[in-house]
């Protein structure tokens, strides 16, 4: 009688714990309840992505001053030297006015060209 009863327990409680189990289960899958997890997620990982962005730029500023020190692009200005701006583009020479065209407008067009689409 006792060796019916323990088997009865034992299989009732493996029912209520199989149960429990699969309903869980059913929960975790649910599409609400995957639609949370989706979210935390997204979430997590925009953290993550702006802890890595700030380390890059932490990395970045730091490498920066590393090579403004090592190139002497931090030393104070001297303010008696006098600046020298340069162009992209320079005159043609000295009878090159302002109002005149730069020269690499005035080149004469070249139909050699074998880059051209034919």
């Known amino acids: 009688m006792f060796r019916r009863t323990f088997w009865f327990t034992a299989g009732a409680a493996a029912g209520v714990w199989a149960t429990t189990k699969v309903n869980?289960?059913?929960?975790r899958l649910s599409p609400e309840s995957?639609?949370?997890?989706?979210?935390?997620k997204a979430i997590e990982t925009g953290?993550?992505?702006k802890d890595f962005a700030l380390d890059v730029?932490?990395?970045?500023?730091r490498r920066e001053a590393e090579l403004g020190?090592?190139?002497g692009l931090d030393a104070p200005v001297d303010p008696e030297l006098p600046v020298r701006r340069?162009?992209?583009v320079e005159a043609a020479g000295p009878e090159h006015r302002a109002d005149?065209?730069?020269?690499?407008?005035?080149?004469?067009?070249?139909?050699?060209?074998?880059?051209e689409d034919h």
């Open 57 to 61: 730029r932490e990395g970045m500023v």
């Open 34 to 40: 995957l639609a949370a997890q989706a979210a935390d």
């Open 24 to 27: 869980r289960k059913i929960k």
């Open 86 to 88: 340069h162009r992209a």
């Open 69 to 71: 020190g090592a190139l």
């Open 47 to 49: 953290h993550r992505l």
């Open 100 to 115: 005149e065209a730069p020269l690499y407008r005035t080149l004469p067009y070249n139909s050699n060209n074998r880059n």
